[in-house]
C-alpha cells in the first residue's frame, strides 16, 4: 500500500502546487481496493489563499472544476489540508472517511457542513468542503468583547446540539468542537465544519515525529480525551464538554483556560479536575446542563438529547433583550445527585414494564430481585416503578432513580471480565450499557473507545471499590503504571482514590511520607492488583503492615509508642527493682541495727530511750557485751 501512495505523493515540500501525477496508481496494485468514491482529482482542485490555520492544518479557499460529458461546473470549496500523515496510512484514512462520506450522503444530514471530497496533494489529505460565510469565531471576533447575544447563543446552541447529534447517530465522534470550526450559511444557520477528523485520524501518526498529536484543541478537550487509552474510553459523552467549552466561550468571548499552556492545561483538566468556569445569570436549565457537561466521569454528563431539551425550553422563556423570564426552565432543575450517580447518568437507561430490576448497590433499598410490573408518568426523569418481588405479596412503589435493570445477569457499572483476552488491553472493564438484546458496550483500559460485543462474551467479576486497600499482585514484576516502593524496597500497598470509566485505578499511598514535588497519586491496571484486608492478611506482621499503610504517621508513632512503652516498662522495672533492693536493704539494715542492738545491750545510743522502747520492745534480752 506503501507503494501506491508514494505515487501520489512526491516528498517535495508542500507549498500549493498540485499533485500532477497519475491518480489511477492508487488502484494500480493487485488486491489493492478501487479509488474511493469521495476522491477527488487532484487536478480538478486550484488552491486560491488560505484562508485559515489550526491544529490539525490548513484552510484554502480553492475552485473545484467538475465536469461530464452535459456538464461544466465549478464550485468554490474550502480545502482543509492536513498536515502530512504517515504515507504508509494514507489508505487507512481514505478509507475512513469514504465511510464517513457514504453515511452523510445517505443520512442527508441537515447540521453538518456540505462534503465534496478528498484529495491527496503533495503526500498531504485534503478535504475539499463546501465554502461558507465564515465561523461562529469570526463573527465573535466582529463582536464587541467577542460575545453572542443570550438569543443568539441559544439558537446556535440547539443547532449545533443536533448537528452533533446527527453525527453521533452515524458513530462519529467530533472531537474539535470551537466555535472556528462552527460554520454560518448565507441564511444564519449553522452547522458543523469539522466532522471529525481526530477520531478519523486516531491511530494514525503524523509524518513528522516531532508534530504531537492530540485528540483534539488543548481549551476544549475532555479529560478523557487526553489519553484515552490510559483514562479513556472517548464516547458521546466526550463532545459534551467540547459542546459546554465552546458555548462559554461564545457566552463570554474567551474559550476556557484561556492563555494558560498546554502543560497547565492537562494538569488543570486531568490531574487537578477543574472544570471551566459556566458564568452565572443563565436560564437554570442551561446553566445546570453545562455543569452536567463538565463531570469528569464522562457516564455522568448529559447526552446532546439533554442539552437541546433544556436549550429549547429556555429558548422560550428568553427575550430579544436577553433578559429570561424564568417560566418552563426550571422543570428541568434537579440536581440531585443518587449516590455518585448524576440525574444524566440516571436518565440514560429507562425502564420498561416487564425489565428485571434490583435496587443501586450504594442504596439500602430492600430490593434484591424483582420485575417491574407497573410505570407512573413521568418515567424518564422523576416517575416511580411497581416492582414485583418474589415471596412478597405487595407490589413495591419504588423511584426509577434507585433502581437498575439487571439483563442477563449484568447491570451498567459491574465489573466485568471478558471471556477471550487479548494482549493489546484490559480484560476487565466496566460496563457502560447493556441493551435488552445482550449487546453491550464495556469501558477497557488500553482501548481508545468502548468495546463493543454480547452479554454472553463477558462474566460478572468482583468489583474493586473507592476505599480498598490494594496492593500489586505477586507475579508482577513491571507493572504498567509507576507504582512506588516501601523503604525496605518491597512494593508498598495503596488505597483507591478513584475508578475511571475504563477500571483504570487512581491510587494514593497513605503509607508513604510525601514530599512536596512527589506525586500524590498513581494509576494501576486492576488486571495487576489484588485487594487486601485484615482478614486475608495471613500473620500478625502482615495484619501490622496493612495498619502502616493507613498513613505514614503509623509507622512513627508506633516507634515513638514502642519506645515510650519501652521507657515506662523500663522506668517501671527499674523503679520496682529498686524498690525491691531498697526494701531488702532496709530489712537488712533493720536486721543489722537489731542485731548490733542485741549486740549494744538492747539500747541505741542515738535512740531516746522512749522511742527505743517503742521499736525494740519486744526486743531480745539485755546483753551488756560492750
Ligand atoms: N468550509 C469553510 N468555509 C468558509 N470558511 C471556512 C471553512 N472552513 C474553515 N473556514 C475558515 O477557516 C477558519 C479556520 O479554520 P480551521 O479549521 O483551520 O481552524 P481551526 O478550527 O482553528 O483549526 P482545526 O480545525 O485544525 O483545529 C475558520 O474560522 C473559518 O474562518
Known amino acids: 500500500m506503501a507503494e501506491q501512495i508514494k505515487a501520489v505523493s512526491p516528498a517535495a515540500s508542500f507549498d500549493y502546487e498540485l499533485y500532477e501525477g497519475d491518480p489511477d496508481k492508487l488502484r494500480t496494485v493487485d488486491a489493492t481496493p478501487a479509488l474511493p468514491n469521495s476522491y477527488i482529482d487532484p487536478a480538478s482542485l486550484k488552491l486560491k489563499y488560505r484562508i485559515g490555520y489550526g491544529v490539525f492544518g ?51 444530514l441537515q447540521g453538518v457542513c456540505w462534503l465534496h471530497g478528498i484529495s491527496v496533494i503533495s503526500g498531504k489529505i485534503c478535504i ?17 468583547g467577542g460575545k453572542l447575544p443570550l438569543p443568539d447563543f441559544l439558537r446556535y446552541g440547539i443547532e ?16 474539535n468542537l470551537k466555535p472556528t ?27 513528522d515525529s516531532h508534530l504531537a498529536f492530540r485528540l ?59 472544570k471551566p468556569q459556566v458564568p452565572s445569570g443563565l436560564p437554570p436549565a442551561v446553566e ?14 448529559p447526552l446532546k438529547q439533554d442539552i437541546i431539551q433544556a436549550f429549547e425550553s429556555s429558548q422560550n422563556a428568553v427575550y430579544n433583550d436577553g433578559s429570561w423570564s424564568g417560566l418552563g426552565s426550571n422543570l428541568y432543575v434537579d440536581k440531585s445527585h443518587y449516590s455518585g450517580y448524576s440525574k444524566w447518568f440516571l436518565s440514560k437507561d429507562h425502564l420498561q414494564v416487564g425489565d428485571t430490576v434490583r435496587s443501586r448497590k450504594a442504596l439500602s433499598l430492600a430490593v434484591n430481585e424483582g420485575v417491574v410490573v407497573g410505570l407512573e408518568k413521568d418515567t424518564d426523569r422523576n416517575g416511580f416503578a411497581l416492582v414485583q418481588v418474589p415471596n412478597l405479596h405487595n407490589q413495591l412503589r419504588v423511584n426509577i432513580f434507585a433502581l437498575e435493570r439487571v439483563t442477563s445477569g449484568f447491570a451498567l457499572g459491574d465489573w466485568v471480565h471478558l471471556n477471550k483476552t487479548n494482549g493489546h488491553h484490559s480484560s476487565l472493564g466496566i460496563l457502560h450499557s447493556i441493551q435488552r438484546d445482550g449487546s453491550v458496550v464495556v469501558g477497557l483500559l488500553g482501548l481508545e473507545t468502548p468495546w463493543r460485543g454480547h452479554s454472553s462474551e463477558l462474566k460478572v467479576e468482583e468489583p474493586f471499590l473507592v476505599g480498598q486497600f490494594i496492593r500489586l499482585k505477586a507475579n508482577i514484576m513491571t507493572p504498567q503504571f509507576e507504582w ?61 503492615e496493612l495498619v502502616e499503610d493507613f498513613h505514614w504517621a503509623v509507622r512513627p508513632v508506633a516507634i515513638a509508642f ?28 533493720k536486721h543489722d541495727v537489731h542485731n548490733q542492738e542485741r549486740q549494744s545491750g538492747g539500747n541505741a545510743a542515738w535512740l531516746p530511750p522512749k522511742v527505743a522502747n517503742i521499736l525494740f520492745k519486744e526486743g531480745p534480752p539485755i546483753s551488756n557485751s560492750r
Open 58 to 108: 490548513d484552510v484554502w479557499l480553492a475552485t473545484h472544476h467538475q465536469s461530464a460529458k452535459d456538464y461544466d461546473e465549478y464550485h468554490e470549496v474550502a480545502v482543509k489540508i492536513l498536515h502530512p500523515i504517515k504515507e504508509d496510512r494514507v489508505y487507512e484514512f481514505l478509507r475512513k472517511f469514504e465511510e464517513l462520506w457514504m453515511n452523510l450522503k445517505s443520512q442527508q
Open 128 to 144: 475539499a468542503l463546501r465554502s461558507y460565510e465564515g465561523s461562529i469565531g469570526d463573527q465573535m471576533a466582529r463582536l464587541k
Open 160 to 175: 449545533l446540539a443536533k448537528g452533533i447529534q446527527q453525527l453521533h447517530q452515524i458513530g462519529v465522534l467530533v472531537l
Open 181 to 207: 470550526n462552527f460554520l454560518i450559511d448565507e441564511h444564519d444557520h449553522v452547522v458543523l465544519g469539522d466532522l471529525g477528523i481526530p477520531h478519523l485520524l486516531l491511530g494514525i501518526p503524523w509524518r
Open 216 to 274: 483534539g484543541t488543548p481549551n476544549y478537550m475532555a479529560p478523557e480525551q487526553w489519553e484515552p487509552g490510559v483514562r479513556g474510553p472517548i464516547s458521546y459523552e466526550t463532545d459534551s464538554w467540547g459542546f459546554a467549552c465552546s458555548m462559554i466561550e461564545m457566552l463570554t468571548g474567551t474559550p476556557p483556560w484561556f492563555g494558560i499552556s498546554v502543560e497547565e492545561i492537562h494538569y488543570a483538566v486531568v490531574i487537578r479536575q477543574e
Open 288 to 301: 445546570d446542563v453545562l455543569k452536567g457537561c463538565f463531570e469528569y466521569d464522562l457516564r455522568n454528563r
Open 484 to 544: 512506588p516502593h516501601k523503604r525496605g524496597g518491597s512494593w508498598a500497598s495503596g488505597r483507591i482514590k478513584q475508578i475511571l470509566p475504563n477500571g483504570c485505578l487512581i491510587v494514593t499511598f497513605p503509607g508513604r511520607f510525601i514530599f512536596t514535588d512527589e506525586p500524590t497519586c498513581f494509576l494501576a491496571n486492576p488486571e495487576e492488583v489484588e485487594r487486601m484486608s485484615f482478614d486475608t492478611c495471613p500473620g500478625i506482621m502482615e495484619k501490622y
Open 562 to 589: 514502642g519506645l515510650l512503652t519501652a521507657t515506662k516498662i523500663g522506668t517501671f522495672v527499674g523503679r520496682n527493682v529498686g524498690g525491691m533492693l531498697n526494701k531488702r536493704k532496709k530489712i537488712q539494715k
